[in-house]
T-cell receptor, first 112, second 112 residues
């Protein structure tokens, strides 16, 4: 089965450090989503792309977060500088228009 | 101090019994709905979907019912098994884009 691959699966770092999370969407999928999941807020949409162009990043704190798709096989989510409140599980999902999104298994991020 | 977070609805069922998980949505323009299952340490996994031109759809051991009049969606799991223990999310989408809105989830525990 085709899968969305996220790396790293776990990341622990100190506040102030840069964090980069990577996602390989399923081949042929032209939409990519970044979500954050916490106990407090549940599943929140941070940003999404269609055909590598950002369509909506209103859910993302712009001063420290950035999302890019350098090519169709790679999406990145960066946090710089990281803060303890950024600790969460970050999910990437990919899909096509009007079809179910397929999720990766997430990056569990802990900022100390 | 008291911790504050999302209070997930919980459902406990005996193995072999049927389970019904409910979801209310608010956007009357939503026309596509998905149920996801999330196991501990994993990303949400697609279970079944339904479009607004239908009121029932069946899969393997699962049935989704859609009542557009009262904006209510339900997931029925037949002969529930221990492997069905997970958090179940409903997600809704309108034809204005590929952005899905997720509910807070229901935690299902199957008692052997």
């Amino acid at each position: 089965d085709a899968r969305v691959t996220q790396t790293p699966r776990h990341k622990v770092t100190e506040m102030g450090q840069e964090v980069t999370m990577r996602c390989q969407p399923i081949l042929g999928h032209n939409t990519v989503f970044w979500y954050r999941q916490t106990m407090m807020q549940g599943l929140e949409l941070l940003a999404y792309f269609r055909n590598r162009a950002p369509l909506d990043d209103s859910g993302m704190p712009k001063d420290r977060f950035s999302a890019e798709m350098p090519d169709a096989t790679l999406a990145t989510l960066k946090i710089q500088p990281s803060e303890p409140r950024d600790s969460a599980v970050y999910f990437c999902a990919s899909g096509t228009v009007d079809q179910p999104q397929h999720f990766g298994d997430g990056t569990r991020l802990s900022i100390l | 101090g008291e911790s504050v977070g999302l209070h997930l609805p919980t459902l406990s069922v005996q193995e072999g019994d049927n389970s019904i998980i409910n979801c209310a949505y608010s956007n009357s323009a939503s026309d596509y709905f998905i149920w996801y299952k999330q196991e501990s340490g994993k990303g949400p996994q697609f279970i079944i979907d339904i479009r607004s031109n239908m009121d029932k759809r069946q899969g393997q051991r699962v049935t989704v019912l859609l009542n557009k009049t009262v904006k209510h969606l339900s997931l029925q799991i037949a002969a529930t098994q221990p492997g069905d223990s997970a958090v179940y999310f409903c997600a809704e989408n309108s034809n204005t884009g590929n952005q899905f809105y997720f509910g807070t989830g229901t935690s299902l525990t199957v008692i052997p």
